[in-house]
């Protein structure tokens, strides 16, 4: 059984910059994509950034953060990390990660197998 752990959520400032981190314990994880997706209130779930099994090479990003975030993995430590920079109000939500039963990234919520508790992200205007 695969535990994830989000953190690193805080409030912070329009134009500012976070790192997300989510530690796995308890399985493998270094085989599979990984992803963050997010929740804003009153809200769907919505994918934001996957990537690749092993090594990571291949990423996807939704269109309204491609450019400003960065998703990336350190299997050797376990662990998944997303870069925000440029934050803009509209990033405000808790923020997932996921791991998928999949090497090959995708963004579907059904495709993930395994969640973290979430942390949230305020961004202030």
């Known amino acids: 059984q695969v535990e994830l752990v989000e953190s690193g959520g805080r409030l912070v400032q329009s134009g500012g910059s976070l790192r997300l981190s989510c530690a796995a314990s308890?399985?493998?994880?270094?085989?599979?994509?990984l992803a963050w997706f997010r929740q804003a209130p009153g809200k769907e779930r919505e994918f934001v950034a996957s990537?690749?099994?092993?090594?990571?090479?291949?990423?996807d990003y939704v269109d309204s953060v491609r450019g400003r975030f960065v998703i990336s993995r350190d299997n050797a430590e376990g662990t998944m990390y997303l870069q925000m920079n440029s934050l803009k109000p509209e990033d405000t939500a808790v923020y997932y990660c996921?791991?998928?039963?999949?090497?090959?990234?995708?963004?579907?919520?059904?495709?993930?197998?395994?969640w973290g508790q979430g942390t949230q992200v305020t961004v202030s205007s």
């Open positions: 308890g399985g493998t994880f270094s085989t599979y994509s």
């Open positions: 990537i690749g099994g092993w090594s990571g090479g291949r990423t």
């Open positions: 996921a791991l998928s039963r999949y090497k090959v990234p995708t963004r579907a919520p059904r495709d993930y197998n395994y």
